[in-house]
């Protein structure tokens, strides 16, 4: 999201400028060489080149060539780029290959391990991965080691320590794990230790805080739990501390009170507990403070206004609460960021705010007013960009006009979740905005003031009354990338004026990203769609769009990564040979006929499918298991028929074919291979996202879960589903189902299945929802589902079960209907959830057995369950994740850092 100042980001951003300074600064020039290099050095230099390969730059980098390309042309290895030897000895001393676009994997065995004069190493933004640690644990002359911005993993090992004259240890952006060892302790010249983004784990050692010439300690963005070691009161030239984007918990540490050279300290996103010290003023150094993100209450602390130097205070999404009282404001305030938006702020904002005249940045989003806000009280803040108040709960209208002509620099400007009105006078002078958010305004006509902001790059009008069409000047505003519409009753697109298009004056536009979803437009698909080239998302779900997808939206295949066009009333057949780089097709709800197009198996990216509640007849596209990303297949409410056997989803953790026709018997070893839903790590994820999607557009599904439909508005990368329900199988339920230890839902209702519910299913400890009812399902329900402690919805109903029914707080807790028809079962969880039912039929159906043949079925079937062995039980348990998450549509920081 270009330039939206995201509240969150702001800090991050303060700090990227810092590191780029320090980065530079300790760039020492290199000094002309006078002796040639040593042929063994220089043999080792060509061996290490051509251990990796070439690739692209790395996306991190803005520039940077890849500097071991010319490396052989000359006999002195000291003159090839990025060489630096020793002038006197001839020995390589420093090596610099930062953003040479170099690919490959480290081995223990690499030949850097000989360069063993090396003081500096900088491999900083290449694609290297492997675990690099062991092949450097003897280059005991380094000072300076950068491998930033790579994808290295592995541990550090404790032969660190070795490393011991290291000043530079720069190890973010990858993927190392496991926990720091009390070894980097030994690490005693370090001035700068950057660990941040990687998947550190644990806590984080004490030793750190013997470190005492730090004066830069990043440890952002990894999984540190735990409180901050005291000992950190004794980095007493620390300058920067960044823990923010952890699990840390306890109070606010107040041994960094003592770190009075802090300049910027962010504990932002942790599960910090507690209120925040007046005595932090004693940090007179403080230029940045960011405690976003976590639990802190307490009144405001306005305390932190008297810290002279403070220029960036992030207080955001905690829960301090009572009136805003900014108590004496040195006048005039150097302040220039104040983000105290979303706490639980009650009452006017003070007049006082009127002396931070500097303010950038001034974030009051979810204040609790209690009554109008007198716009005229920040006209003083001339110099604001960034203006977020969002949600203030104000009885009065805000009047975009008037916003836009007080403040002449702003740039991004979020009013959603108030009253807001406009007029279309629009000003010569009004300022350039380029993010706008007025989501749920109560806004009834387009704002016409917006024709004239030539910068609008993201605009988010969704969730308000407006009427009518949209117009058709949006798509010629050159910047706008982003635009939701959704959630508003438009009628339909107003068609250009001009002859040869919308945009034959114009360039074409650039748009992005078009949601235009829950809106009431009818009629065909309009083809100007086709001429927005750039187009990556396209949801045009929930309308009354009808006709057939049109042919040419072909142009779109090249972009095209997310197309929803579900919840409408689409004709005719799914287009054949169109939208290859598909991420995301979800075309559920409409009245498509015909066959799944077999172009599908070249969608090789494609990782969500869903063609729910359509007429499509066709066999079970098991062809789609040669699709190396899909992870989520739909298929409910057709006219699907046939046999599912030949299939094996190696990736798949969502799989929905009910109600359709499909018939046979699903062999014993069914699931072996279905490995995205037996283990977690399969799924190897490079990128944080809890959710299947991105910012711009977050995938969302109905499933049936515990008996009722649920609408993800966000599929969480862990959920996993099976639903096989209403179709027509017969035959045993496969006991390889046992083998899928992480699925969560799993319905086979409403078929044929005969034979015993295996034991197997005792293995699923991560199930929450168990339906079977509606089969021909005999013999005993395993004893082993009574261990199996997430399970809160289970139907046994309309089988011929018989025997104990297992006992457990998960089988008491069932309404007695999830036992009926069956049998003969019994036991005290059933007489618990059965007592209050009288009426005769259901007496009848929970006597005990009787009869011998009974009880010898019953025992036959547990010996056939003990004939298959389960895998052992391993992996993490995450528990109960069931997320239900709104809206769907929000603003997340989003600023990614360069070299
Ligand atoms: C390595 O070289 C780049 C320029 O290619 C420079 O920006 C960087 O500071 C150098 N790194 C070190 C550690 O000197
Ligand atoms: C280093 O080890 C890797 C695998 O461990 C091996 O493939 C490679 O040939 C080895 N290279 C050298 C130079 O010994
Ligand atoms: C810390 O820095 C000072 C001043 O640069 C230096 O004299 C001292 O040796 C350093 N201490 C360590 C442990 O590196
Ligand atoms: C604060 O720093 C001083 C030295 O500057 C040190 O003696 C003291 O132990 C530190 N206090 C804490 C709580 O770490
Ligand atoms: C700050 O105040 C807290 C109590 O509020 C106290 O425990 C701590 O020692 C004080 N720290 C300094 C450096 O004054
Ligand atoms: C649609 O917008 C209205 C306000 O106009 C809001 O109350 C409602 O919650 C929104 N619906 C969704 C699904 O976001
Ligand atoms: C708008 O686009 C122009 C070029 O098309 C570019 O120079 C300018 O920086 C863009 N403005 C914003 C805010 O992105
Ligand atoms: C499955 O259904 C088809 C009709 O759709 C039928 O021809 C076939 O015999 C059935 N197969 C089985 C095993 O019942």
């Not at 060892?181 to 700068?192: E, F």
């Not at 043949?853 to 992996?875: M, W, Y």
């Amino acid at each position: 999201m270009k330039g939206s100042w995201s509240s969150t980001s702001i800090i991050p951003v303060t700090l990227y400028f810092l590191f780029s300074f320090i980065h530079n600064f300790a760039d020492v020039l290199a000094a002309p060489t006078r002796h040639l290099c040593r042929p063994e050095q220089r043999d080792t230099l060509v061996k290490f080149k051509n251990e990796f390969k070439i690739g692209k730059r790395s996306p991190y980098c803005r520039s940077g060539h890849p500097k071991t390309e010319s490396w052989g042309n000359n006999r002195d290895c000291c003159n090839w780029e990025g060489i630096t030897c020793d002038a006197k000895s001839g020995e390589v001393i420093k090596l610099n290959l930062t953003c040479s676009s170099l690919h490959g994997r480290f081995h223990s065995n690499s030949s850097i391990r000989n360069l063993r004069f090396l003081t500096t190493l900088d491999l900083a933004g290449n694609d290297f991965s492997g675990q690099i640690m062991s092949s450097i644990e003897n280059l005991s002359h380094l000072t300076t080691l950068y491998l930033s911005y790579n994808h290295f993993f592995g541990q550090i090992l404790s032969s660190i320590g070795n490393l011991s004259h290291l000043t530079t240890l720069d190890l973010s952006y990858n993927h190392f794990s496991g926990q720091i060892l009390y070894s980097i302790g030994n690490l005693s010249h370090l001035t700068t230790l950057d660990l941040s983004d990687n998947q550190f784990s644990g806590q984080i050692p004490s030793s750190i805080g013997n470190i005492s010439n730090l004066t830069d300690l990043d440890l952002f963005d990894n999984n540190f739990v735990g409180e901050i070691p005291s000992s950190f009161g004794n980095l007493n030239q620390l300058v920067v501390l960044d823990v923010s984007y952890n699990k840390l918990s306890g109070n606010f540490p107040n041994v960094l009170l003592n770190l009075t050279g802090l300049s910027l300290l962010s504990v932002s996103n942790n599960q910090f507990t507690g209120s925040l010290p007046p005595n932090i003023t004693s940090l007179s150094n403080l230029m940045g403070f960011s405690a976003s993100y976590n639990a802190f209450a307490g009144t405001f602390p306005s305390f932190l206004f008297t810290i002279p130097s403070l220029t960036e205070i992030d207080l955001s999404h905690n829960q301090l609460e009572g009136t805003l009282e900014f108590g004496n404001i040195s006048s005039p305030s150097k302040l220039l960021l104040l983000n105290i938006g979303r706490n639980n702020f009650i009452g006017p904002i003070p007049r006082s705010i009127s002396k931070l005249v500097n303010l950038r940045v001034l974030g009051l989003s979810h204040l609790n007013t209690q009554g109008p806000v007198d716009i005229s009280i920040f006209f003083h803040l001339k110099s604001l960009e960034y203006l977020d108040l969002s949600h203030l709960s104000i009885p009065t209208r805000i009047n975009l006009n008037d916003i836009l002509s007080y403040f002449k620099r702003l740039t991004v400007l979020d009013l959603s979740g108030n009253h807001v009105s406009a007029t279309n006078k629009s000003l010569v002078s009004d300022p350039l905005i380029d993010s706008l958010f007025l989501s749920g305004c109560g806004i009834t006509d387009f704002p016409e003031i917006l024709r004239t902001q030539y910068e609008l790059y993201f605009l988010d009008i969704s969730n308000n009354k407006i009427k009518g069409q949209v117009p058709n000047w949006l798509w010629r505003l050159p910047n706008l990338t982003y635009v939701n519409l959704s959630n508003n009753t438009f009628m339909g697109f107003e068609s250009s004026s001009k002859k040869h298009g919308l945009f034959s004056v114009q360039k074409p536009s650039i748009m992005k990203h078009l949601v235009g979803s829950n809106n009431s437009f009818t009629g065909k698909i309009p083809s100007f769609i086709c001429e927005l080239r750039f187009l990556n998302t396209l949801d045009l779900s929930d309308n009354n769009f009808n006709g057939s997808i049109p042919r040419c939206m072909g142009n779109l295949k090249s972009t095209l990564s997310v197309l929803n066009l579900g919840q409408n009333n689409l004709s005719g057949g799914l287009p054949k040979h169109i939208f290859e780089s598909l991420r995301s097709l979800d075309v559920g709800h409409n009245q498509l006929v015909g066959k799944l197009p077999r172009s599908l198996i070249r969608f090789s990216t494609l990782e969500v499918l869903n063609v729910e509640s359509n007429r499509i007849t066709d066999t079970f596209p098991f062809w789609l298991s040669s699709l190396p990303e899909l992870q989520v297949l739909v298929l409910r409410s057709n006219a699907f028929h046939g046999p599912i056997h030949r299939a094996s989803f190696p990736m798949l953790r969502i799989i929905d074919i009910s109600n359709n026709h499909f018939n046979g018997t699903l062999p014993t070893e069914y699931f072996v291979k279905w490995s995205g839903m037996s283990s977690l790590g399969k799924n190897e994820d490079q990128s944080n996202e809890k959710y299947m999607g991105s910012y711009y557009y977050y995938d969302s599904i109905v499933l049936m879960n515990r008996g009722v439909a649920l609408e993800l508005v966000r599929i969480l990368k862990i959920y996993t589903a099976i639903d096989f329900s209403g179709n027509k199988f017969e035959g045993e339920i496969p006991k390889s189902i046992g083998l899928l230890k992480e699925l969560h839902v799993l319905n086979l209702s409403n078929n044929a299945f005969t034979g015993c519910i295996s034991s197997s299913v005792g293995n699923l400890r991560e199930l929450e929802s168990l339906d079977v009812s509606q089969n021909k399902l005999s013999g005993e329900i395993p004893q082993e589902l009574g261990n199996l402690s997430y399970l809160a919805y289970m139907n046994f109903s309309h089988n011929q079960l018989s025997g104990l029914v297992p006992g457990g707080n998960q089988f008491q807790t069932q309404p007695c209907s999830s036992f009926e028809d069956n049998l003969a079962l019994f036991g005290s969880s059933l007489e618990e959830v059965c007592r209050d039912i009288h009426t005769p039929a259901s007496h009848q159906q929970y006597e005990t057995p009787e009869t011998e043949e009974e009880e010898e079925e019953v025992i036959s079937c547990i010996a056939a369950a003990i004939g298959f062995i389960p895998g052992i039980v391993f992996g993490l348990t995450i528990g109960y994740i069931l997320v239900f998450y709104k809206p769907k549509w929000f603003h997340e920081p989003f600023w990614p850092k360069q070299l």
